[in-house]
Nanobody, 124 residues
Framework: QVQLVESGGGSVQAGGALRLSCAVSPATTIRKTMAWFRQTPGKEREGVAA???????SYADSVKGRFTISKDDAENILYLQMNNLKPEDTAMYYCAATRYNLLNRLVPDGYDYWGQGTQVTVSS
């Protein structure tokens, strides 16, 4: 059974930084596209950043220049480095993966596997 487990969330002040991690098991899981999404109560899940095995990376406009997605294939971990955090970044952050090279990488449809989420809270 495929599992994605996020960690690294927490509470920070505006301007601060956090690094989220997503551990994937089993290691043999095919994951041609991986991504981070976020969601706040009453709103739709929003794509934050995505990376494909080809190396293609996508970011939401709202996080460009502040967030960096990366992955360690040897350790089967996906990361999201979040710098210069803003109160509007407050959300539950989810890791997602799929066996396919998605065209619409920042749309939740098409992802096969999801983590349980980790909360990020940014205070002003």
């Amino acid at each position: 059974q495929v599992q994605l487990v996020e960690s690294g969330g927490g509470s920070v002040q505006a301007g601060g930084a956090l690094r989220l991690s997503c551990a994937v098991s089993p290691a043999t899981t095919i994951r041609k596209t991986m991504a981070w999404f976020r969601q706040t109560p009453g709103k739709e899940r929003e794509g934050v950043a995505a990376v494909q095995t080809s190396g293609r990376i996508s970011y939401a406009d709202s996080v460009k220049g502040r967030f960096t997605i990366s992955k360690d294939d040897a350790e089967n971990i996906l990361y999201l480095q979040m710098n210069n955090l803003k109160p509007e970044d407050t959300a539950m952050y989810y890791c997602a993966a799929t066996r396919y090279n998605l065209l619409n990488r920042l749309v939740p449809d098409g992802y096969d596997y999801w983590g349980q989420g980790t909360q990020v809270t940014v205070s002003s």
